[in-house]
């Protein structure tokens, strides 16, 4: 099930880890990166940066991360500690260091969620919301709520649903950059799938407005798209969308690791029992989710681990068993809270 962090702030270990120019980073949509830059300001609507001594400016939803040099320095005490972070984001905000005080306080709200502390990420995030109304960061409110209820499967639908549909509202009423508001849009789509033909057509919309503008919402749309299709059995058209999403330059870790899910699956779906080598290719898709898309949604990584124990299961080769366990065990350590440790402990 897919979530957000489009992740302005959620790659805390890129963040800390030194820029070999000594220089900030803007990572874009499209893949590339502006790199010898200082960041000076960054609202909902842009970017601002110095290059060369020039000022120069990037629409903000067309940026997916910042990689600030002295984010490490400052938040050194909070990089593995949300309290600290938050401790610091505030100091910062006192100091109307606006810049760093947002990235502070979503940063600790994302290490709250991983935490299964939401009440504590929630107030974060809405305390930076009500201080820095016009942050960069402020979409980033809406994201790690949505991708939290989301996270909780069924029951957490209803809340997702109002998270998005206020998104929609907000960037509609305060004309936020069309990134945005086509993101608030794919997001609604997500927390309402009861019509498979209704939602897939509301997914058809999102790719059609996403193409060539946001290509990480229009792949991750078309991601959720081939999952609804394999889900009504229209397994070869699904394929056809994870081989394009997984063979594609650029793409980012959420959709890759949806596409090597859903080609999992439907290996799973499709083979005969007794297909061992099929069944080892299936687990071994999951795996990758795990592996080779270490920073794609929390969800995903959870949804991977429990059919990693279906396809281990079915499989049954050399150490199956040993897989089976531990994927359980990262399952109740890092995603207890979720819909896939519960299933996993049937």
């Known amino acids: 099930m897919p979530m ?16 070999a120019a000594q220089d900030d980073v803007i990572h874009l949509v499209n893949g590339t990166s502006v790199t010898g830059v200082r960041v000076t300001a960054f609202d909902v609507r842009n970017v601002k940066y110095t290059r060369g001594g020039a000022t120069e400016q990037t629409p ?13 320095d400052v938040y050194r005490r909070g990089l593995k500690d949300p309290g600290l972070m938050l401790t610091v984001a505030r100091e910062k905000l006192a100091d109307k260091d606006v810049l760093l005080a947002q990235l502070g306080f979503v940063g600790a709200a994302a290490q709250f969620f991983d935490a299964d502390q939401p009440g504590e990420a ?18 980033e ?11 909780l499967g069924g029951k957490g639908l209803g809340s997702a649903a109002q998270v ?7 960037a509609n009423q305060n004309a936020w950059p069309n990134g945005f508001m086509l993101e608030a849009e794919f997001f609604v789509a997500l927390s309402d799938r009861k019509d498979p033909k209704d939602f897939q057509s509301k997914l058809k919309s999102v790719i059609g407005k996403a193409s060539g503008t946001s290509p990480v919402i229009a792949n991750r749309a078309n991601i959720e798209l081939a999952h609804s299709l394999r889900e009504t059995k229209d397994a070869d058209g699904a394929q056809r969308i994870y081989d394009e999403i997984s063979k594609k330059e650029g793409v980012d870790g ?40 270490k920073d794609a949604w929390p969800s995903l ?26 994927c359980r065990r990262l399952l109740n ?9 519960e299933k996993a402990k049937r």
């Open 254 to 293: 959420s959709s890759r690791a949806g596409a090597y899910l859903g080609t999992g699956k439907i290996l799973l779906e499709k083979t005969a029992a007794g297909d061992k080598e099929s069944f080892k290719k299936a687990l071994l898709l999951f795996l990758r989710v795990r592996l080779d898309t």
């Open 333 to 341: 350590e890092e995603f207890r809270e979720t819909e896939w440790a």
């Open 4 to 19: 957000t962090r489009l992740s302005i702030v959620g790659l805390l270990a890129a963040l800390a880890l030194p820029v």
């Open 122 to 139: 929630v107030g974060a995030l809405e305390e930076m919301q009500k201080a820095i109304p016009e942050a960069g960061a402020v979409t």
């Open 301 to 326: 990584q959870a949804e991977a681990l429990y059919h990693a124990i279906l396809a281990a299961d079915k499989w049954r080769g050399p150490e199956y068993g040993l897989v089976m366990v531990r």
């Open 60 to 72: 903000s939803d067309q940026v997916v991360r910042l990689e600030l040099k002295k984010f490490a």
């Open 164 to 170: 998005a549909k206020k998104y929609l509202a907000d």
């Open 141 to 151: 409110v809406y994201r790690q709520k949505f991708e939290y209820y989301m996270g």
